[in-house]
Every structure is written in C-alpha cells, then in structure tokens.
C-alpha cells in the first residue's frame, strides 16, 4: 500500500523542482547583467538554485520509486541545509545587532556612522575591492539623482534611505560657510559637489550602506526562521517516507523480514520421523 508520507514528500519535491528553475535563471541572468545591485547576489543564487534542483530531484525520485538511496541523500543533504540554515540565521543576528543610526535635530532623515556596527562588518566594507565595487553599483543605480533635485526646504521636511543620507549628501554637521578652527568631521573634507564623486569615499556613506544590509538581514533572517520551520517538517514527513520505503522493499509491513538460509535445528529431522511413526501406528 502506498504511504501518505510518500506522496505528500513527493508533490513537495516536485514543486521544489519547478521552483529552482527560475531561481537558476535569475542567477543567470543577473551574472551577465554589471549594471545592478544585485549582481553581488548571482553567486548565492546559482548554487541555491543548484542545490535545489538537485536535492528536490533526489527527494522526488527516491519517495516516488521508492529508492532508497535516494531517499537517504536527500535526507542527509536536507540536514546539512537546516544546519547551515540555522548557523547563517545566529550568525545573521550577532553581526547586525548594532547601528541603526542617530536622529538629527530639525531633520526627518537618520545619519549613520561607521563605528556603531560589528566589527565583522566593517571589515568587510572597508576591504578596497569590495567597496569599489559597491561604489559602481551605486552610482549605476543613480541613487543621488533624486536627491540632487531638493530645495533646501525639501531637506528639513523628506526623508532620506540611509545610502542617500549617507553618500549623496555631507553631514549635517559640516560648516562650509566660514573658516572655523573647531575639528570637523572628517567625511567633511571629502565631500565633493561632481556627481561622480559627492560623498561616496565617506565613512558615513559605507554605513549609509551597512544600515541597508542591516535591515535587509533582519528581514531575511525573519525569512531563514519560517523557512527552517518549513525545512524541519518536511525533513520530518522525509524520515517516515524513508521508513516507507525500506519496508515496501520487503513488502512487510513492520520492516525487514528476509532470510537468505533456511538451518532446521539439529531436532527437527528426529521430532519428525518420530511424529510419523505416531500417525502410522494410530
């Protein structure tokens, strides 16, 4: 008899299938395209798509056919995905518990600053490649374009996304209208008015950046905990389809119940020549 779990595992798997193929194709896609911010995500997504594709595979064909080397590959990789699921989500938490910005008086907008966030972080934004990298992204996304547009009123009432307050402006801070012996913030001195240039060499514009990764992770990091829940039960449902399928092997119901060598016990032959004898003489 077919098992529930089975077809439930199967029907799971096939629409797993079907959903890796677009995700390969975006990854594709954003691999040929270097005009968007989203290219730094084309690595993450192939081998996501990839391994999709092939677990789902694995798990389809192994509850379908009832295989169970499959089944058991399928299991062992969907454990190792849960593991380092649950590992990216701890580790996604720690490294963006801080920052969060610093109101400013008079104005809608936040300003960030580098050293509020982990160390791990900034690190990270700091490395020379990366941040190239980063800063042709931006300027291809024309970030600033809107921003350039504004009346000074238009900076005391609008708000601003923390990469705009970050590198399409100085800080609020900076006093370019007089020679002033007071220390300035240093992201002061490198701000400059060319459109390719403006504040995107600032610290404030590095954590104008973070501050989106920040809050991109803790919405993803919400995403990672619904699908582990997801990924549990359907590793649960995997197990007893596992089970299913070792048993329909054997076609008993409670498991394995073969034997390759029949040994009567060193009786047998004598407690039956002895019960024929009975028949006879009765």
Known sequence: MYRFSNTVIGFLNLFTLLASIPIIGAGLWMAKSSTTCESFLQTPLLVLGFVILIISLAGFIGACFNVVWALWVYLLVMLFIIATLMGLTIFGFVVTGQGGG????????????????????????????????????LLNSRTCGKVALWTPLDYLSKDMTPVQSGCCKPPTSCNYNMVTMVAQNPDCYRWNNAPTMLCYE??????????SVRRDWHKLSVLNIVMLLLLIGIYSIGCCAFQNTKRAETDYPYGQNRM?????????YWWRWWHNKRQQLY
């Open 260 to 268: 390759s060598k029949v040994r009567p016990r060193w009786d047998y």
């Open 202 to 211: 600032c610290d404030s514009c590095k954590a104008g950046v973070l501050e």
């Open 102 to 137: 610093q109101e400013v008086p008079g104005r809608v907008y936040r300003e960030y600053r580098l050293e509020d966030y982990s160390p791990w972080l900034r690190n990270r934004i700091k490395d020379p490649q990366y941040w190239n990298t980063i800063r042709s992204c």
